[in-house]
């Protein structure tokens, strides 16, 4: 067995179910609508010069490696073998989708996960070959003419791009504090400016989801999310502190196969990475189920990596991907590294959930009722075509490790 059969074995035990109940005429449809989406794109002009397989070779990585690649998603989609064609040209069409990236009240934090990998997975090799028209960490410009070239690119792109909002956008009293641009436009303003003729707006980070820390208690600002404030255009919220690079570019993916957002919960997440909890698919569950709980940090418990719900881990509570797509290039995550999980991706998680305190302490509520009851349990209802993210960063993790194996 390979690593990316591993992998792949992996992301099943983990409890990644897609419903293949669909039967052939689905399919069939799902097919067609994708093929005739990805001629559109197809027939589009380039709106960046950057090829996906120029961006893989000079990682050292085949045609051959970014088939295995777009097989091991479709396998991971639980998708007939007769996509993986049309997987592999959405990734090489990714230039056709120009994105329009806007910082607010942020630390930048989710760029600086995406920049600062020293072994990049697919999915963040992905990203380096998107249109990204403007980003006000990444662009040369600044002042009078950062501000001509995001006219230019809002007009030019009108109602076909996506527009990207990392922090939260102060609405309060001290609104005024933020402003942004030559022409000192409040975070508020510019949002909504740049926001107006998007296809649709991606949330990315807590703070830019759920106001995140900038909300936090006394909240100054009166920091809130971009669904709070952007109405009329589908918002798709990817929270946590920072949001996995492979969730970002799942959902992208998903928008360049399908022209539409993903299926998403209550919360506006997509559920290919939010529909499930952190403790159903945590690697410490068993110790959980047979009652072996970390008291006291140092214990018995603690250095034979006992659960650690006692010790305030919020798993039970949170609904992410973490323990299946981890950080680091797949390196690890806050439980796996002996810290409980502190619900980076709720709202609220800053005064809610943030601080390390016994649950029996907590005043909160798992928001499935109860600890023991899984997600189907509770129609969080089927992963859509977004679960790429997931793949994209299994895939790449695997590729990763066979340039180190070749060295």
Same mark, same amino acid.
């Given at each position: 067995?390979?690593?990316?059969?591993?992998?792949?074995?992996?992301?099943?035990?983990?409890?990644?179910?897609?419903?293949?109940?669909?039967?052939?005429?689905?399919?069939?449809?799902?097919?067609?609508?994708?093929?005739?989406?990805?001629?559109?794109?197809?027939?589009?002009?380039?709106?960046?010069?950057?090829?996906?397989?120029?961006?893989?070779?000079?990682?050292?990585?085949?045609?051959?490696?970014?088939?295995?690649?777009?097989?091991?998603?479709?396998?991971?989609?639980?998708?007939?073998?007769?996509?993986?064609?049309?997987?592999?040209?959405?990734?090489?069409?990714?230039?056709?989708?120009?994105?329009?990236?806007?910082?607010?009240?942020?630390?930048?934090?989710?760029?600086?996960?995406?920049?600062?990998?020293?072994?990049?997975?697919?999915?963040?090799?992905?990203?380096?070959?998107?249109?990204?028209?403007?980003?006000?960490?990444?662009?040369?410009?600044?002042?009078?003419?950062?501000?001509?070239?995001?006219?230019?690119?809002?007009?030019?792109?009108?109602?076909?791009?996506?527009?990207?909002?990392?922090?939260?956008?102060?609405?309060?009293?001290?609104?005024?504090?933020?402003?942004?641009?030559?022409?000192?436009?409040?975070?508020?303003?510019?949002?909504?400016?740049?926001?107006?003729?998007?296809?649709?707006?991606?949330?990315?980070?807590?703070?830019?989801? +759920?106001?995140?820390?900038? =909300?936090? $208690?006394?909240?100054?600002?009166?920091?809130? #999310? %971009?669904?709070?404030? *952007?109405?009329?255009?589908?918002?798709?919220?990817?929270?946590?502190?920072?949001?996995?690079?492979?969730?970002?570019?799942?959902?992208?993916?998903?928008?360049?196969?399908?022209?539409?957002?993903?299926?998403?919960?209550?919360?506006?997440?997509?559920?290919?990475?939010?529909?499930?909890?952190?403790?159903?698919?945590?690697?410490?569950?068993?110790?959980?189920?047979?009652?072996?709980?970390?008291?006291?940090?140092?214990?018995?418990?603690?250095?034979?990596?006992?659960?650690?719900?006692?010790?305030?881990?919020?798993?039970?509570?949170?609904?992410?991907?973490?323990?299946?797509?981890?950080?680091?290039?797949?390196?690890?995550?806050?439980?796996?590294?002996?810290?409980?999980?502190?619900?980076?991706?709720?709202?609220?998680?800053?005064?809610?959930?943030? +601080?390390?305190?016994?649950? =029996?302490? $907590?005043?909160?509520?798992?928001?499935?009722? #109860? %600890?023991?009851?899984? *997600?189907?349990?509770?129609?969080?209802?089927?992963?859509?075509?977004?679960?790429?993210?997931?793949?994209?960063?299994?895939?790449?993790?695997?590729?990763?490790?066979?340039?180190?194996?070749?060295?």
């Amino acid at each position: 067995m390979d690593r990316r059969d591993a992998l792949a074995k992996m992301f099943s035990a983990k409890g990644v179910r897609v419903n293949t109940n669909r039967g052939e005429a689905y399919y069939n449809k799902l097919k067609e609508t994708m093929e005739k989406r990805l001629r559109e794109l197809r027939e589009s002009p380039a709106a960046t010069k950057v090829d996906i397989q120029k961006v893989l070779e000079a990682e050292g990585l085949s045609r051959r490696d970014f088939m295995k690649w777009a097989s091991a998603i479709t396998a991971m989609l639980m998708l007939p073998a007769s996509f993986t064609p049309l997987v592999a040209e959405a990734a090489e069409l990714m230039n056709r989708v120009p994105i329009i990236w806007i910082e607010l009240q942020d630390c930048a934090g989710n760029s600086e996960a995406i920049l600062r990998s020293d072994s990049p997975t697919i999915d963040e090799l992905i990203l380096e070959t998107i249109d990204l028209e403007f980003n006000e960490t990444l662009m040369a410009a600044a002042g009078h003419q950062a501000e001509a070239h995001l006219e230019e690119a809002i007009e030019t792109f009108k109602g076909k791009y996506l527009c990207v909002v990392e922090g939260s956008i102060p609405v309060g009293t001290g609104k005024e504090w933020c402003t942004i641009g030559a022409k000192g436009e409040t975070f508020e303003e510019h949002l909504m400016r740049v926001s107006k003729d998007a296809a649709a707006v991606v949330a990315v980070g807590t703070c830019a989801t +759920f106001g995140g820390v900038p =909300a936090a $208690a006394p909240n100054p600002t009166g920091a809130v #999310g %971009v669904q709070d404030i *952007v109405r009329g255009k589908p918002i798709i919220n990817i929270p946590a502190c920072p949001a996995n690079p492979a969730n970002i570019t799942g959902t992208i993916l998903h928008f360049v196969l399908t022209g539409q957002i993903p299926e998403l919960d209550h919360l506006n997440r997509p559920k290919f990475a939010f529909g499930y909890r952190i403790h159903d698919n945590c690697e410490r569950r068993a110790h959980f189920d047979a009652g072996e709980f970390v008291e006291e940090w140092g214990d018995e418990g603690a250095q034979n990596n006992w659960c650690l719900y006692k010790m305030g881990c919020k798993g039970p509570m949170t609904f992410n991907n973490c323990s299946v797509v981890r950080y680091n290039s797949g390196t690890n995550w806050p439980i796996g590294a002996g810290h409980g999980c502190i619900g980076c991706s709720e709202p609220q998680f800053w005064d809610k959930y943030a +601080f390390e305190r016994p649950m =029996a302490d $907590a005043h909160i509520k798992a928001p499935t009722g #109860g %600890v023991e009851k899984t *997600v189907d349990q509770f129609g969080l209802g089927l992963l859509t075509a977004a679960g790429v993210g997931i793949a994209i960063h299994a895939a790449l993790s695997a590729t990763a490790g066979k340039k180190e194996e070749d060295k």
